[in-house]
């Protein structure tokens, strides 16, 4: 019954004999609209919220694919600035033995006279610890590209700063993307810097790389 009872079975007053039975009132109605409505109207309200949130996921997540992008790429270019100056700072006429893969008649190794700056054990040394150089560079957006950039605060062979960023530190996150690219291309990078070779940063970051493939029409000097 619409009415209110009592419960037969308990005897006592049940609230649902004291809920009317009859439609829904314009209160309820009204509510049932204000969560979503029904029929076509609610559909077409519930599809555009699920358009607008998956549109927000996606520019959320081109945003920071790009923004990593951006990071390796300029710890790519940042780690080739810093390897190249150190090792200008190596006497050039210093010179150490390296050896080769080719024998004399007599099966005897041959060895080679090589600029000690670009020898192999001069170059595995730096790596493992030139990304202690990437402290003291700053995060910045391109005032042309809008992209992350990076630019050192003070010439190489300054102090390091007192501070240790911690792990969210934009310094942090480019000391890590260096660290990470040292492992990752160690051959390439004792490949390129174990001779002279012209614009490193574009044959390694760019081409052999692809760490830098957006920037390849771009002037670098301007990145």
Known sequence: RGGGGRCGVCGRVSLLHLWPLSAPGPGIRAASAGFGGTGPDRTRRNAEMFLSALLLLTALSSGLARRSADL??????????EMESEISRVD?????????FRLTPDGIPV???????????????????V???????VEAIHPVTHRLTYHRLEEPGGEAPNATPSPTD???????????LAE??????IEFFSR?????KDRLCSRRTDLCDHALSMNHDEL
Do not use: I, W
Request: glycine content about 4%; proline content about 6%; aromatic content about 8%.
């Open 184 to 189: 990752e291309y160690e051959d390439e990078l």
């Open 72 to 81: 390796y790429c300029e710890a790519c270019r940042a780690l080739v600035d």
């Open 131 to 137: 990304c202690e150089q990437m402290l003291f560079y």
């Open 196 to 200: 002279e070779t012209e614009n490193v």
């Open 111 to 129: 060895t080679a006279q090589v600029p000690y700056g670009r020898s192999e054990p001069h170059l595995l040394s730096l790596l493992s610890g």
């Open 92 to 100: 050039p006429l210093k010179m150490v033995e390296s050896g080769t």
């Open 170 to 180: 934009p310094n942090s996150s480019l000391k890590m993307a260096c660290e990470k």
